[in-house]
């Protein structure tokens, strides 16, 4: 069964830095596309970045500039450095993977950005 296990997270303030870390088990393959979403109360999910196996990036327009998005070398675990953190960066962020046309999810941890 895969499995998607999120670490990172908690309190900071704004300008402050925060790492996420996300870890593939479970899977026979390695994941097409990995990324980070994320959900505000009273708002959609959204994408925040996302990876390929390849390497390739993409960024919502809020955030470009100030996250990173990285993949190991096993290609299974994802990394989102985020820096000069806001408060409306506030919100549950959920890992994702895409396994051959298969969505997998992780269960969210929480960012909060305050004073």
């Known amino acids: 069964q895969v499995q998607l296990v999120e670490s990172g997270g908690g309190l900071v303030q704004p300008g402050g830095s925060l790492r996420l870390s996300c870890a593939t088990s479970?899977?026979?393959?390695?994941?097409?596309?990995m990324g980070w979403y994320r959900q505000a109360p009273g708002k959609e999910r959204e994408l925040v970045a996302a990876?390929?196996?390849?390497?390739?990036?993409n960024y919502a327009d809020s955030v470009k500039g100030r996250f990173t998005i990285s993949i190991d070398n096993a290609k299974i675990t994802i990394d989102l450095q985020m820096n000069s953190l806001k408060p409306e960066d506030t919100a549950v962020y959920y890992c994702?993977?895409?396994?051959?046309?298969?969505?997998?999810w992780g269960q969210g941890t929480q960012v909060t950005v305050s004073s």
């Open positions: 994702h993977a895409l396994i051959f046309r298969e969505n997998y």
């Open positions: 479970g899977s026979l393959f390695i994941p097409n596309v």
């Open positions: 990876i390929t196996d390849g390497g390739s990036t």
